[in-house]
T-cell receptor, first 111, second 113 residues
Framework: QKEVEQNSGPLSVPEGAIASLNCTYS??????FFWYRQYSGKSPELIMF????GDKEDGRFTAQLNKASQYVSLLIRDSQPSDSATYLC???????????FGKGTKLSVKP | GAGVSQSPRYKVAKRGQDVALRCDPI?????LFWYQQALGQGPEFLTY????????KSGLPSDRFFAERPEGSVSTLKIQRTQQEDSAVYLC???????????FGQGTRLTVV
């Protein structure tokens, strides 16, 4: 079982809707959780990180972490066509700081 | 300040050729990571440095891959006797301390022909 799992999508939502991206991880010792956005042909760009159970909001983005369920999600409110990209979930599985990535979920926001 | 800088941006190598990929991290960043990303996949971990110490190289796919960061700043990923399966984007990332967010460079797209 891969350590970080994401639905590859594509996830298609209409403009203005809420996009919900999900990620599960296998290592209960994971400490830090990150969401990256990657446009086609570009490098990953950090959107949010979360360390504690609960929600963390930043503008239109909300990260949610549930360590008991080993589940982290990203909500994008008022989705825009410019949000269309692949979203990568990354987890720090060891105290040394190595990040393990999921395969990413491709999001398409239709005008 | 400047972000993570990688060079070259593109590299075409003939099979069997050695290549060297450079990463210049954000100034002062302690941690440096190398990842390999195949088309349609997430980044796959290769190796990790904390300052000049290579703390984890478990992701290097073979002994043809070698990485160094001799002075705790610039890092070089070297691939010897390149094979077609080495074709990928090689991403470098740095972070200010352990367990914090990592920032990526533009990547080097390696094509082995």
């Amino acid at each position: 079982q891969k350590e970080v799992e994401q639905n590859s999508g594509p996830l298609s939502v209409p403009e203005g809707a809420i996009a919900s991206l999900n990620c599960t991880y296998s290592d209960r010792g994971s400490q830090s959780f990150f969401w990256y956005r990657q446009y086609s042909g570009k490098s990953p760009e950090l959107i949010m990180f979360i360390y504690s159970n609960g929600d963390k909001e930043d503008g239109r983005f909300t990260a949610q972490l549930n360590k008991a369920s080993q589940y982290v999600s990203l909500l994008i409110r008022d989705s825009q066509p410019s949000d269309s990209a692949t979203y990568l979930c990354a987890v720090n599985v060891r105290s040394q700081g190595n990040l393990i990535f999921g395969k990413g979920t491709k999001l398409s926001v239709k005008p | 300040g400047a972000g993570v800088s990688q060079s070259p941006r593109y590299k075409v190598a003939k099979r069997g050729q050695d290549v060297a990929l450079r990463c210049d991290p954000i100034s002062g960043h302690v941690s440096l990571f190398w990842y390999q990303q195949a088309l349609g996949q997430g980044p796959e971990f290769l190796t990790y440095f904390q300052n000049e110490a290579q703390l984890d190289k478990s992701g290097l796919p073979s002994d043809r891959f070698f990485a160094e960061r001799p002075e705790g700043s610039v890092s070089t990923l070297k691939i010897q006797r390149t094979q077609q399966e080495d074709s990928a984007v090689y991403l470098c990332a740095s972070s200010p301390t352990v367990n914090t967010e990592a920032f990526f460079g533009q990547g080097t797209r390696l094509t082995v022909v």
